[in-house]
């Protein structure tokens, strides 16, 4: 008997002093798990919606109006509860609840990104090889190039005509539109490619996309199948060559969101990072009834897979003039405004991959089905580029999760010294405003097809919710 008590006792013990990772599945209430899954098929049809900037911005300010928000106006005066939205130019919007306290005491942010890695047109993309069409592209983000070949995609974007007229295009998403595709070389013909490191078994340049083989039927003229496809595309948008030179046009996977795994436990899109917590972050917002405590804001941007640069990124001053905007709308300084914000940089971290264990160390890794994640510090080598959280902050906000019941767990972006990566954090936290990342952990990150855990992605949801309640 005294040995079995021993071991109740060590059991208790490791029960109070221990580190508990807390699995979703076990720990959330069957109720909850319905809603969880229930919420991400609301999810999947954003994703499905929304598989480009311009697309998401342009779904976000739909749900919003719906939800009653209308646009921004600095010369305005809003009273606690006023439900607002600014777009910035069509590819990132900022969302905003009014709160009762004064501005004066900062604002809660939530900030996502709605870019994703994709193979962007070039500005002159269009040539004909050997009887065979194609569309030069640049990548935008951090992909693995091999990845994006034999993959059908659909391209989206818009397309700016000499006069200046505007043409949306999407093309490839219709169960009748045709996709296009990056080919490969056949495994039997593959020895000299088996040689290339990996990084390079495809190359930029060698990201053409295939978009046609039928020529124009005139013998006497060359180039008769890139006239073939431009007469095509002046029949179907209005468009002649140079106006590639004024468009945004972004190859994208050309399948919709799956439920994966027999359990449909897990949901399979692109553009996962970072539309899993944007979507997360604006049903958060949209939710809100009634006029919170403090001004709730949602910032959803563009640019953050490729450093955050450009005026639709969150290294421009879009979202500070914004929040001195609001505070002058009261008589407050915009930095007293920042310098009392709180946020959370909503985005993913990479999620243990049990077949590729390796650059993860276990302790500090995420894992998907665990909750949502708190992330101190991204970065690469000793912390550099990274907004590394204070210790302060990190408590009040694991406070405020535990509080309300949400399963969260820590992670850190893979093992030292084996890369890293950075978030919008570092750019929020240089307005002198207290922020963390919180997010999702994703398998396959920045792959065509990346696969979350719905739990996670409900936990996401109401950390963001118990968030705005604060
Ligand atoms: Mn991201
Ligand atoms: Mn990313």
């Known amino acids: 008997m005294p040995k079995k008590d021993k071991k109740t006792e060590a059991s208790e013990l490791k029960e109070k002093l221990f580190m508990k990772r807390q699995n979703t599945g076990l720990a959330m209430s069957e109720q909850d798990i319905a809603k969880a899954d229930k919420f991400c098929e609301g999810y999947k049809a954003f994703l499905d919606t929304g598989k480009t900037e311009r697309e998401a911005c342009a779904e976000a300010v739909r749900l919003a109006e719906a939800a009653g928000f209308v646009p921004f106006d600095k010369n305005a005066n809003y009273k606690a509860g006023d439900r607002v939205y600014l777009n910035n130019r069509g590819k990132a919007i900022i969302l905003a609840v009014i709160g009762k306290k004064s501005v004066e005491n900062g604002v809660n942010l939530v900030a996502a990104h709605i870019d994703s890695p994709r193979l962007d047109l070039k500005q002159n993309p269009l040539y004909e090889n050997e009887g065979l069409a194609y569309f030069k592209t640049h990548y935008y983000g951090g992909i693995k190039k091999y990845q994006w070949p034999v993959t059908p995609l659909a391209l989206h974007g818009v397309i700016y005509k000499a006069d200046g007229s505007r043409v949306d295009v999407k093309l490839g998403e219709d169960e009748n539109d045709p996709v296009l595709v990056v080919t490969d070389i056949l495994p039997h013909l593959a020895d000299e490619q088996y040689k ?109 897979e490729i450093g955050s640069e450009g005026n639709t990124g969150l290294r421009s001053a879009y979202l500070k003039y914004f929040l001195y905007d609001l505070g002058a709308m009261y008589g407050v300084d915009g930095r007293t405004v920042l310098s009392n914000s709180k946020c959370l940089s909503a985005d993913v971290n990479a999620a243990f991959d049990p077949t590729f264990s390796e650059p993860f160390e276990k302790l500090n890794a995420s894992f998907a089905g665990r909750g949502v994640v708190i992330t101190k510090y991204t970065g690469a080598r000793g912390k550099s580029g990274t907004n590394d959280s204070s210790a302060e902050y990190v408590s009040e906000i694991r406070q405020m999760l535990d509080k309300d019941g949400v399963i969260w767990q820590t992670g850190e972006l893979g093992k030292v010294d084996f890369g890293g990566g950075g978030t919008v954090a570092m750019y929020i936290a240089n307005l002198d405003i207290n922020t963390i990342d919180v997010g999702v952990p994703v398998l396959s990150m920045h792959a065509p097809f990346e696969v979350t855990a719905k739990n996670d992605v409900y936990m996401a949801y109401k950390a963001f919710r118990t968030f705005f309640k604060n």
């Open 196 to 304: 290339r490191p990996v990084a390079k078994v495809i190359t930029g340049e060698e990201l053409n996309i295939l978009i046609g083989s039928r020529p124009f039927r005139d013998d006497k003229a060359s180039e008769a199948v890139k006239l073939g496809i431009m007469c095509i595309l002046n029949e179907k948008y209005g468009i002649t060559e140079s106006d590639f030179i004024s468009a945004e046009l972004e190859c994208v996977p050309a399948f919709k969101a799956k439920d994966v795994g027999f359990d449909r436990s897990m949901v399979g899109a692109y553009g996962q990072d970072d539309r899993v917590c944007a979507y997360t972050a604006l049903e958060a917002i949209l939710a809100i009834k009634g006029a919170p405590n403090l001004t709730a804001v949602t910032c959803l941007t563009d640019k953050e």
